[in-house]
């Protein structure tokens, strides 16, 4: 999450997952760690009217929930 450059808001917020697996590397190249985390979305209030993500269960918060 992000603050508003003037801190009285929520500027971003971002959703990573777990990756598990991994992309195919070159041969001899291997992994330092076999899990990765994954940026999966990002709002901002100029681009949504709230955060709304399907997964792992379904979720919907309007920005004006966030505000403090």
Do not use: C, Q
């Not at 992309?23 to 955060?51: F, H, K, M």
């Amino acid at each position: 999450m992000d603050l508003t450059k003037d801190l009285t808001g929520i500027g971003a917020l971002r959703v990573y997952i777990l990756e598990t697996g991994h992309a195919e590397l070159p041969p001899g190249v291997r992994p330092l760690r076999n899990s990765n985390y994954l940026l999966a979305g990002e709002w901002t209030p100029d681009s949504a009217a709230g955060i709304s993500f399907p997964f792992p269960f379904s979720i919907e918060i309007p920005w004006s929930a966030l505000e403090f």
